[in-house]
Nanobody, 119 residues
Framework: QVQLVESGGGLVQPGGSLKLSCATSESIFSFNSMGWYRQPPGKQRELVGQMFRVGSSSYADSVKGRFTISRDYFKNTMYLQMNSLESEDTAVYYC?????????????WGQGTQVTVSS
């Protein structure tokens, strides 16, 4: 069973930065895509951004230019660097990964980490 463990959430002031981590129990090469979702209070979960196995990435319009996804293959960890944070970024952030078809194509979620942007 693949495990995804997020860390790095917390309280930050508007305009500040935060870096989330998602450690996987499998090699990053096991996944067709890895990404970050978030669920603001009282709202549905939404895609923040994702990175594909080939290395390309995409982001939601609301975070373009402020958030960046990166990966460390040696540590089997994905990161979300969040800059210029706004109150609207307050949410529980979830790590997501989808296996390659050869491994079954299963989708996995982390437990979530709270990010609160407030003065």
């Amino acid at each position: 069973q693949v495990q995804l463990v997020e860390s790095g959430g917390g309280l930050v002031q508007p305009g500040g930065s935060l870096k989330l981590s998602c450690a996987t129990s499998e090699s990053i090469f096991s996944f067709n895509s890895m990404g970050w979702y978030r669920q603001p209070p009282g709202k549905q979960r939404e895609l923040v951004g994702q990175m594909f196995r080939v290395g390309s990435s995409s982001y939601a319009d609301s975070v373009k230019g402020r958030f960046t996804i990166s990966r460390d293959y040696f540590k089997n960890t994905m990161y979300l660097q969040m800059n210029s944070l706004e109150s609207e970024d307050t949410a529980v952030y979830y790590c997501n990964a989808i296996e390659t078809l050869s491994r079954g194509g299963n989708q996995y979620w982390g437990q979530g980490t709270q990010v609160t942007v407030s003065s």
